[in-house]
């Protein structure tokens, strides 16, 4: 199993960016297909963005598609996710997420969760 542990939230303005990064240890990341989730408050958690073990292929929410970047450095156990223009609706606790690449699909079952960092946008 991997431990997760996200950085690089935080309270930007509508229109404004955001990268996030998501530190692996404690397996072969590049066996793992990553994902980013995010839980707004009184909703349930969503998919995001997910990417393949080699970064062959990347997967994003309608929401999120053209705004949102994921990608992963398999040399430095790290995971990211660069938000561009920002909205206020993206407002929310972000999750990255680690899964075997062979296991389900980029949806899920994911089954190591970091604690997750708040990222907040104003409007």
């Known amino acids: 199993q991997v431990q997760l542990v996200e950085s690089g939230g935080g309270l930007v303005q509508a229109g404004e960016s955001l990268r996030l990064s998501c530190a692996a240890s404690?397996?072969?990341?590049?066996?793992?297909?990553m994902g980013w989730f995010r839980q707004a408050p009184g909703k349930e958690r969503e998919f995001v963005a997910a990417?393949?073990?080699?970064?062959?292929?990347?997967y994003y929410a309608d929401s999120v598609k053209g705004r949102f970047t994921i990608s992963r450095d398999n040399a430095k156990n790290t995971l990211y996710l660069q938000m561009n223009a920002l909205k206020p609706e993206d407002t929310a606790v972000y999750y990255c997420?680690?899964?075997?690449?062979?296991?389900?699909?980029?949806?899920?079952?994911?089954?190591?969760w970091g604690q997750g960092t708040q990222v907040t946008v104003s409007s």
């Open positions: 997420a680690s899964k075997p690449y062979y296991t389900g699909t980029q949806y899920g079952p994911y089954d190591s």
């Open positions: 404690g397996a072969t990341f590049s066996s793992w297909t």
């Open positions: 990417i393949s073990r080699f970064s062959y292929h990347t």
